[in-house]
């Protein structure tokens, strides 16, 4: 990420916001069945602490910016139920079915393999397992225009996210189409089959 990127995306007020978006989403899933949180593109690590602290969940807060990192370590608290590190999401270090929830927010558009991303997530889930996602989607002309130029992002329509959500053996419990546009923002809420 960029500098500018960054200085919008670690605001405490966005934390705020998406900490509501993720309470939100929980009263959606069986959050008793809960135990091992993976967040993917942490950031500075709001998220991760308060799902840590709440909820008593096992907390991987999680990103490729090894910047993000080293100051979500030295922002929040150290616990026994929170642990900050580097992770590519399209190639996890987490063993097999160990996870019961995966959480990315508005991280996809900066991962250029996000299939590759989906595919981790479905191999680290266990059966049963939610993945809560929110994120942007590009209209179909603009991923037409743009994709053989932009290396860094990735590129997908509504339809694409979807058709991959499905593909990968996600059963989608919730859907909203939070902001509309040409860049339009989605927030699903799937469990793996």
Not at 11 to 33: D, F, P, T, W
Not at 116 to 137: H, K, M, N, Q
């Amino acid at each position: 990420m960029t500098r500018i990127e960054k200085h919008f995306v670690n605001r405490k007020k966005k934390a705020e916001g998406n900490i509501k978006k993720v309470q939100s989403a929980l009263q959606q899933i069986e959050i008793e069945k809960i135990n091992n949180v993976l967040e993917l593109g942490c950031g500075t690590g709001f998220v991760s602490k308060y799902l840590a602290d709440s909820y008593d969940f096992n907390v991987y807060g999680t990103d490729f910016d090894s910047e993000q990192i080293q100051i979500a370590r030295k922002l929040q608290p150290k616990s026994e139920h929170l642990h900050f590190q580097v992770e590519d999401a399209a190639k996890l270090s987490f063993k097999d079915s160990s996870i019961d929830l995966v959480l990315s927010q508005n991280v996809f558009h900066h991962i250029p393999n996000w299939e590759d991303a989906i595919r981790e997530i479905v191999r680290v889930l266990r059966s049963g397992g939610y993945f809560i996602w929110l994120d942007l989607t590009f209209p179909e002309v603009i991923k037409k225009i743009f994709q053989s130029f932009v290396k860094n992002y990735g590129l997908y329509t509504v339809n694409d996210i979807k058709t991959a959500f499905e593909n990968n053996g996600f059963k989608k419990l919730s859907y909203e189409r939070i902001a509309h546009g040409p860049f339009s923002q989605h927030h699903f809420i799937l469990q793996l089959r």
